[in-house]
């Protein structure tokens, strides 16, 4: 096996322009850990802004990417649960395990978890960062299950359209915001209650809600809290809240939750099991190859994606 592989590297922050393909070092699985030849990889809304300069990582230069979708091709010392040859899909360690917009990732061996035989590796790859945070979003913060309603912001988005289904797979009723264009979209997928933003405003139209996903924040968060019940949940994939916002959720009598993901290895087994039921569909906005990770970024960047981008190394 070659010493050597692909990767996308920036050595500056700036446009989708920075980012280049470039030959690295193929790393060498340590300890409890596997190396992973990587067949496709998601490219989610932290990834641009982490191109940007905006995000955990500091200063490049470094390798994007958390999504992983692969061929397990060698096992470090103590890994029991994969051997060479496995095909897995998992979410490197966020923010710092990044780096797999590239032909292989060494990760901790629970990274991963097997991938369903009936998805392909583009789905696979896709599901990861946008799934486990709509798992740990819904199911471990805000304990959704039957009888409840969750409202779901940019529901047609990479994470917003996973957590619909798995809002959908706990029993509940599910209402969420897009663009009227993606009203069809969102109810083959499960929402009961499409609501269109650009016409109405949602905090009229939504009430009696037991949860909400917000991946917005700013006013959206803020007229979020009109449309819960109290004792309700707002879960905020935004890294700090608007100030005051604590004290509005706590005088309305609501709970406020900012979650950041985390690799989690029961989750990412349930989401396999929900793929493999056919429950959990990853829909595909664009594949580029690699090399056109650039032209993915822009594609992102546009605000109009449905679904999820995905990189494509074989």
Do not use: C
């Amino acid at each position: 096996m070659s010493e050597k592989m692909r990767a996308v590297r920036q050595d500056v922050t700036g446009g989708p322009d920075v980012l280049e393909l470039v030959e690295v070092d193929r790393p060498v699985p340590g300890p409890t850990e596997v190396l992973v030849r990587v067949h496709a990889a998601g490219v989610n809304p932290t990834d641009w802004k982490h191109r940007a300069g905006k995000g955990f990582l500091g200063d490049p230069p470094f390798t994007l990417g958390w999504d992983v979708s692969g061929t397990v091709e060698a096992v470090g010392v103590g890994v029991t649960i994969h051997k060479p040859g496995d095909e897995v899909f998992g979410m490197l360690r966020y923010p710092f395990g990044v780096g797999s917009h590239a032909d292989y990732v060494a990760a901790p061996s629970r990274t991963f978890v097997r991938k369903p035989a009936n998805i392909d590796h583009v789905q696979a790859g896709a599901l990861p960062l946008a799934a486990l945070t709509a798992w740990q979003s819904l199911v471990d913060t805000a304990g959704v299950r039957e009888g409840r309603r969750v409202l779901v912001h940019a529901a047609a988005g990479g994470v917003g359209h996973l957590a619909v289904q798995i809002a959908k797979a706990r029993g509940a009723e599910v209402l969420g915001t897009a663009s009227g264009g993606k009203h069809g979209f969102l109810r083959r997928i499960g929402v009961d209650e499409p609501i269109d933003y650009t016409s109405v405003d949602f905090a009229e139209v939504a009430e009696d809600v037991d949860v909400v996903l917000d991946p917005i924040g700013g006013e959206y968060g803020t007229r979020s809290l009109r449309v819960l019940r109290p004792g309700g949940v707002l879960v905020s994939l935004l890294r700090n809240a608007p100030e005051g916002f604590a004290g509005a959720a706590e005088d309305a009598g609501v709970r406020w939750e900012g979650l950041l993901v985390e690799p989690d290895h029961h989750a990412m087994r349930q989401i396999a099991a929900l793929a493999e039921a056919g429950r959990l569909h990853a829909e595909i906005d664009a594949v580029f190859p690699l090399e056109e990770a650039a032209r993915a970024h822009e594609r992102g960047e546009t605000g109009h994606v449905t679904g999820k981008i995905v990189l494509t190394m074989v």
